[in-house]
């Protein structure tokens, strides 16, 4: 089942729980299927990888692990800090706003 995430690919996110709470990044992907998003240089693991015909090499990987959607809040333009997102219609298209700040975060 698919859920409905009121943040997108390239929105500047806070983290607002859990073990990186306060961190601050960009979502990379969004997996709405899961309610998940990946939130670059945010729940960062080391992953320890043998050699093999892709990866000659192995070693030690560093990747971000997703985050539930629910622990990270958007960032409002004006102010840096968290904000609800609120919808609404003008010229026929339905723009996001920043609920603090009333300013627009869809990029025109």
């Keep these: ?10 929105d500047r996110v806070i983290v607002i729980t859990g073990k990186n709470k306060g961190q601050q990044g960009e ?14 240089g945010v729940n960062v693991v080391r992953r320890h990888t043998k050699p093999s015909q892709v990866n000659p090499e192995g070693g030690i990987k ?3 692990l997703p985050i539930h959607a629910s622990n990270v809040m958007h960032i409002d333009p004006k102010s840096g800090k ?27």
């Excluded at 979502?27 to 309610?35: E, R, V």
Aim: proline share 4%; aromatic share 4%; hydrophobic share 35%.
């Design 82 to 108: 968290p904000t609800k997102i609120g919808y609404r219609i003008e010229n026929g298209r339905k723009l996001r706003f920043a609920k603090k700040s009333g300013e627009l975060i869809d990029r025109a």
């Design 62 to 64: 560093t990747k971000e």
């Design 1 to 10: 089942m698919q859920t409905k995430l009121n943040i997108k690919k390239g």
């Design 27 to 40: 979502i990379i992907k969004s997996l709405p299927s899961a309610g998940k998003v990946i939130v670059a």
